[in-house]
């Protein structure tokens, strides 16, 4: 890669950008994914849609990321993963569409979710990489993410009105052709660890599990896999509830989360300058306990207002885990170490979260009526078993690798 001091030159507007463009049209789609699905008659497909893009998470992020790191430009690589996303995106909506049947729809989500999966992790190496402190400066910068993210629900909700619309999926796969376009802005990295005579294993990106080894990112890695299955309960399922509470507006209501996810990115800084790396990922799943406790009172006010708490609870683990890989893993590793995350969390968390949730859910309904309370209690208690597993095992004491 580049040194930080890439960023100073090319300017941040393009880091900016690229957090802003790449979030708003995954808003757009994952948001109201849910209802859309229902919509179209296919609600019984979704816990396996979703849980399309666990398993992709299982193939390519840590083979992309392997790719980055090794042979090709990830801004290249970028370029091409947004061009397949949108493609993608588009087939998958034309199935529905369509009203193709169940398999070929189930095969569309499948081969959007293995070109999509790694790209996250790929945008936030390229922006970490251009950084001189990410402790500092990662937090604002992320928080763009978040304002794309909003920016794309409140697009959805309120100028196309397509909480429910195919009109959603088409916005949101034409916006990735603009993101690949915006990749030409970035300045073009070169991978970081180039060496001849790779074994299968490298090449596979297989050989990032060895940062395994070291007991506290083993922690942290395999935490956001547990808290990983509690969470991926949120959107769908949030959307549903609210749907059922009669709220318009799915989308843009959703967004609230991403309120208190921009304060918390803006004070990151601050907080980790202050506090103990174990307080603030403990911090961010006891909140997340406190949110799935206020969406079983199963009212409007309250769902909200557990909806509000999720940027707390995302924001206190999950950004400060990124944050904790880039300064504390050689630079070598970085799109491994991402990819390697996105793998634990969108692999192995979201799979067993989806499938484990879709299979909760289907418990909690009777008469074709869902026991709300139920459902998020469980949620809780899952969610307060993680936050004594991270309590009892981190110790805070790792050293780079």
């Not at 840590?62 to 970028?78: I, K």
């Not at 924001?315 to 970085?334: G, H, N, S, V």
């Not at 979201?350 to 484990?356: A, C, H, I, P």
Request: glycine content about 8%; aromatic content about 10%.
């Amino acid at each position: 890669m580049q040194p930080a001091a890439a960023a100073s030159q090319t300017g941040r507007l393009p880091l900016v950008s690229l957090f802003f463009f790449t979030a708003m049209p995954l808003g757009m789609w994952n948001v109201p994914l849910a209802n859309v699905f229902a919509a179209h008659g296919r609600a019984h497909l979704v816990p396996y849609v979703l849980a399309t893009s666990a398993v992709a998470a299982f193939i390519s992020p840590l083979f992309v990321g392997a790719l980055a790191d090794q042979r090709l430009s990830p801004t290249t690589l970028l370029r091409w993963l947004c061009l397949g996303t949108g493609a993608g995106l588009a087939l998958i909506c034309t199935a529905l569409a369509r009203g193709m049947n169940d398999g070929m729809i189930l095969l569309c989500a499948q081969a959007l979710s293995l070109v999509s999966a790694p790209l996250w992790g790929v945008t936030t190496s390229i922006v970490l990489a251009q950084l001189r402190e990410p402790k500092r400066e990662f937090g604002p910068i992320r928080a763009c993410a978040t304002f794309g993210w909003m920016g794309g629900c409140w697009v959805v909700s309120f100028v196309l009105k397509a909480d429910n619309s195919l009109v959603a999926g088409y916005s949101a796969a034409a916006l990735w052709l603009g993101v690949a376009a915006l990749t030409w802005t970035l300045p073009k990295t070169a991978p970081a660890d180039v060496q001849a005579g790779r074994n299968w294993r490298q090449v596979l990106g297989l050989d990032a599990l060895d940062l395994l080894k070291n007991r506290d990112h083993r922690v942290v890695f395999i935490t956001a896999a547990l808290y990983s299955i509690p969470l991926a309960a949120f959107y769908p399922y949030t959307a549903r509830q609210l749907h059922d509470l009669e709220v318009e507006s799915v989308s843009a209501v959703l967004s609230l989360a991403q309120t208190t996810e921009i304060l918390t990115m803006l004070l990151l800084a601050k907080v980790l300058a202050r506090a103990r790396l174990k307080w603030v990922f403990l911090g961010g799943i006891a909140i997340c306990v406190g949110r799935y406790a206020l969406n079983a009172l199963d009212t409007r006010g309250w769902v909200m207002a557990g909806t509000t708490l999720h940027g707390f609870a995302f924001t206190l683990y999950f950004i400060t885990a990124q944050i904790y890989l880039e300064e504390r893993i050689d630079p070598k590793w970085r799109v491994r170490a991402q990819a390697l995350l996105t793998l634990l969390m969108g692999g192995v968390g979201n799979l067993l979260g989806y499938l484990g949730g879709g299979w909760w859910h289907g418990l909690c309904v009777k008469d074709g009526v869902t026991d709300w309370q139920r459902f998020w209690l469980g949620e809780t208690a899952l969610t307060a078993a993680v936050c004594v597993f991270f309590a009892l095992a981190y110790r805070g004491r790792g050293a780079r690798v």
